[in-house]
């Protein structure tokens, strides 16, 4: 999907996992502590926390 509409994306995890984020329900990407908090809410909802 990303290759044929390009979105904005990030990517993090560690050595046992690696989570690719498309923003494409948000409003904005987030950054700083609003980004941490995001990242923080993926991996409780996906269960690696």
Not at 17 to 39: Q, S, W
């Amino acid at each position: 999907m990303a290759e044929m509409h390009p979105v904005p994306k990030w990517e993090f995890g560690n050595d046992d996992y690696r989570v690719t984020v498309y923003a494409i329900a948000l409003y904005h990407m987030p950054v700083g502590e609003d980004r941490e908090e995001m990242e923080q809410r993926i991996l409780m909802a996906l269960d690696l926390i």
